[in-house]
């Protein structure tokens, strides 16, 4: 006979709530004095946030069960509105030193749909067979309509307010849009027999996993052009005087509001995860004391993306990783009387974390009230562990249970480095000339990181990798940070240029910025570097009494390690000669 279950349910809910004198974003640092522990305070954030979500959610259900037959059928669709709006004062205290207001307003649409079938059948005698298994398929979708953020620099002498690009950003308008599609498949088949004349069961199944995810963003930055005077003081720090007619760009005086486009191809992204598995596992008795259980799974792992980085390289449907892996796992229990109140539980397993799409990515996603951008890595690689636990407990009479244990991991992918002989299976410039962007000369033929090869053989330490067209902006920030934390005091600071040493990789926004190729585009970043680390002595009130001294240690070498056309487009012009 079969007896048929069902389910529905609707449930709607509307919830607005207000927090006063919140606190998010908060910046501590270590003391520069080694004596002082605790933490000081670099950055607060307090204000006051409103949200107002909806929920709508429909199930329905359905199970059919027989004598030795079940499936069910599960329906669920989430659907979610959720707009903020917050007012939140931002004050930067040690690395800067500013103070600021910073209007945001979000909406968001989130809706997630879900449909699984689920099969459990058994088989034979008592039901010694047991067949579990499920196909699920779900749709979501994230879609952030027009955030809206206006940040206002504060003068603390005159309370005045203005829109300082460099103090505190410019007023942004998103929108982004995240759809993903999930098909899951699992089959599990267990059998009861006998081994060492005790009750066994081995288990074996199969999974199959498929994600899509389709991440858009568009985002417009409204600066505005002074006419010899501070034009966004007129704004009062109101974030509606922003676009209002009086204050769009006119051509005479030329002074107002303007649209920039700021988001760029690289933000957006299409990728694709594929997960296949296969395991075996044996539950088993070696003694009435002694309990097993020992199982190994098999997954082949694949991460495919679609997409275009900063330098423009474009990925298509690219295998950014791909990897098959084999996960043991050993499960004892030792039961030390013959009650079983007493056991100790060792156990091993061999366990990975993946990237998620955003990580393993070239997008830049920025968190419009966190003032926080998070930046994708194609290079980087799953991180494996070894667990190993030891665990000893106790039960007393009633509810009463004591239990001590301890734990012990092993992380994997550590960097080694040689300049002897390259590890297996690393590429290398000399033997995979089709992983390069920059084509090598001579000596530079070894490990390849960000598409150049390099002197001397590396493998492991995937996260740790660089970017090279990042480098300078990032040797600039740490330079700044280290005169900001000691202007109050006599420092000397080696401020060490990458640019113009090889490998020349200028960062996107200098390539083109000269008619030498990217020789001539570095030497203008390195320029440029130079200006800013001026500027902030200047900020700092501390250019005066500072003696900078700037040298070089190559002397004038063109060609040197890398086809970059230094040689070539010189201008007729060479290092040595004299300048008139």
């Known amino acids: 006979s079969w007896r048929i279950g069902y389910l529905a349910a609707i449930s709607y809910r509307n919830e607005t709530e207000f927090f006063e004198n919140f606190i998010d974003g908060q910046v501590f640092r270590r003391s520069q004095d080694n004596s002082v522990f605790e933490l000081e305070q670099d950055r607060s954030n307090i204000g006051n946030l409103s949200t107002n979500n909806t929920l709508l959610t429909g199930l329905g259900g359905i199970t059919v069960k027989g004598e030795r037959n079940k499936f069910k059928l599960n329906l669920l669709h989430i659907q979610n509105g959720e707009t903020q709006s917050s007012f939140v004062t931002q004050r930067n205290i040690i690395l800067n030193s500013n103070l600021s207001e910073r209007t945001a307003l979000l909406f968001t649409e989130r809706s997630i749909s879900n449909a699984i079938l689920n099969g459990i059948h058994s088989l034979g005698e ?3 067979w047991n067949i579990d298994w499920k196909g699920a398929v779900t749709f979501a979708r994230v879609y952030d309509q027009d955030f809206r953020v206006t ?6 002498d005159n309370e005045l307010r203005s829109i300082s690009p460099s103090e505190s950003g410019d007023p942004l308008r998103i929108w982004r849009d995240l759809e993903e599609i999930n098909f899951a498949g699992r089959l599990d088949i267990s059998k009861k027999h006998k081994l060492f004349g005790y009750d066994a069961k081995v288990k074996v199944g199969g999974s199959y996993i498929y994600k899509n995810r389709e991440f858009g963003v568009d985002q417009f930055a409204l600066p505005n052009v002074d006419a010899g005077s501070e034009f966004s003081l007129r704004f009062e720090g109101d974030p509606d005087q922003i676009l209002a007619d009086e204050n769009i760009l006119s051509p005479n005086p030329r002074q107002g509001t303007f649209i920039r486009q700021d988001s760029n191809p690289s933000d957006s992204f299409d990728s694709d995860i594929t997960i296949l598995g296969a395991y075996i596992s044996e539950e088993f008795k070696v003694a009435k004391w002694f309990n097993a259980i020992l199982g190994v799974r098999v997954e082949q792992f694949e991460l495919k993306y679609t997409g275009i980085d900063v330098n423009g390289t474009v990925f298509d449907n690219e295998s950014f990783i791909d990897e098959t892996d084999i996960f043991p796992t050993a499960n004892l229990i030792f039961e030390l009387d013959e009650d079983g109140n007493k056991k100790i539980r060792a156990s091993y397993g061999r366990t990975t974390a993946r990237p998620s799409f955003k990580e393993a990515s070239t997008a830049a996603i920025i968190d419009p009230v966190a003032n926080s951008i998070f930046n994708g890595n194609p290079n980087i690689r799953p991180t494996y562990i070894n ?3 030891l665990r000893f407990e106790t039960y007393g009479e009633g509810t009463n249970f004591f239990a001590i244990s301890g734990f012990y991991k092993t992380f994997e992918d550590p960097i080694e480095i040689s300049y002897k002989e ?5 590429p290398t ?13 001579h000596g530079h033929f070894n490990t390849v990181v960000n598409g150049i090869s390099r002197i001397g053989f590396m493998k492991g330490g995937m996260e740790a990798r660089w970017v090279d067209e990042n480098m300078a902006d990032t040797f600039l920030v740490r330079a700044q940070h280290y005169i900001q934390d000691h202007k109050d005091e006599s420092f000397f600071l080696y401020y060490a240029l990458q640019q113009p040493h090889v490998p020349r990789t200028p960062h996107p926004r200098f390539v083109g910025s000269t008619d030498m ?3 001539g585009d570095v030497i203008v970043e390195a320029d ?8 902030t002595l200047e900020k700092e009130g501390l250019l005066e009494n500072t003696l900078i001294i700037l040298s070089s240690d190559n002397g004038p070498v063109l060609n040197d390690g890398y086809y970059d056309e230094a040689d070539t487009r010189d201008w007729q012009q060479r290092p040595t000669d004299r300048v008139l």
């Open 387 to 389: 667990n190993y636990d």
């Open 151 to 156: 940040p206002f620099l504060i003068n603390e």
């Open 429 to 441: 410039g000399k033997d995979n000339p089709e992983l390069l962007k920059m084509k090598w000369h």
């Open 422 to 426: 390259n590890f297996p299976g690393e």
């Open 126 to 128: 008592e039901g010694a």
């Open 528 to 535: 440029w570097c130079i200006g800013e680390l001026v500027h």
């Open 517 to 519: 190729g990217p020789r």
